[in-house]
């Protein structure tokens, strides 16, 4: 709940402190924003009715995929790579990998899951109950003090280089997951879905090189046994739904036969922030 957090955020407005006063989030200037019913806070700098998020089939997709187990080693190997009480998840989705994080790191560990998409938002704050849910755009400041965070987690989502090292305690660790070109290659082409382009890696670790250096990385590759239903679901829940109907996706996954194996197949890296010289 937001209670747990309030403390690491701040002020998207004029960077001051922030607390809650009943059902609002409010500053030390007076700038007040108000906690929906379902428990998140918007803490946008500006209007988002032009920004691409989540819809509410995406995220109940993914709730469902992510539920079945399937991606179990993924959140295993976040988890074995976060470090310290306090966890930031930027485009947290469900809120799925960061609630396995605060489980496995310990009863004092609380989280801070960010998310674009309201019908993230409400999801994440419901999966545990020392996340608080916020949300904000991962590419713009992000709601939170400086040197406040343990680990920041970017799973399948945006990295924001310069706010990552701005939030993170000294020695703190980033932990990106990266899906590898083998990653749901059985499904791309039947399902019209977007491949994973084999640069990616190489441009990732450029975009980190000058701020982050990996220290660890794990490999998670294995092989899902998936009924029609999951496929449309892993389909619906990442960016391919952006350009498939939801009909198109039914289509093609009816085309498939009863099962079909699939890779999961991603690297799960840990990077620290470089010490200025």
């Not at 924003?33 to 988002?48: E, T």
Request: with cysteine.
């Amino acid at each position: 709940m937001l209670s747990a957090i309030i403390d690491l955020l701040d002020c998207p407005v004029c960077q001051g402190d922030l607390d809650i006063d009943e059902s609002t989030v409010i500053c030390d200037r007076g700038h007040t924003f108000d906690i929906a019913r379902q428990g998140y806070v918007s803490l946008l700098s500006g209007s988002a009715g032009k920004l691409h998020s989540d819809s509410v089939a995406m995220v109940s997709a993914r709730e469902r995929v992510l539920g079945s187990g399937l991606y179990d080693p993924i959140s295993d190997a976040v988890a074995e790579l976060t470090l310290g009480p306090v966890t930031l998840d930027v485009g947290a989705g469900t809120g799925h990998h960061l609630a396995r994080c605060l489980a496995a790191v310990g009863p004092d560990a609380r989280g801070v899951g960010l998310d674009l998409s309201k019908a993230g938002a409400r999801a994440i704050a419901r999966a545990h109950p020392r996340i608080g849910s916020v949300i904000a755009d991962a590419w713009q400041r992000l709601p939170l003090r400086d040197d406040t965070v343990d680990t920041v987690l970017s799973v399948f989502a945006p990295r924001n280089v310069a706010e990552f090292a701005r939030v993170l305690v000294p020695g703190g660790a980033l932990v990106v997951v990266t899906p590898t070109p083998r990653h749901l290659a059985e499904i791309v082409e039947p399902m019209g879905m977007i491949g994973v382009d084999p640069a990616k890696p190489e441009r990732i670790g450029n975009t980190l090189g000058a701020a982050f250096t990996r220290t660890e990385r794990i490999s998670v590759d294995h092989t899902m046994t998936l009924d029609r239903a999951l496929v449309a679901d892993i389909v619906t829940m990442g960016p391919s739904a952006y350009h498939l109907s939801e009909n198109e996706i039914t289509d093609r996954a009816e085309a498939l036969p009863d099962t079909v194996d699939v890779a999961c197949s991603v690297t799960v890296s840990r990077y620290e922030a470089n010490r200025p010289a």
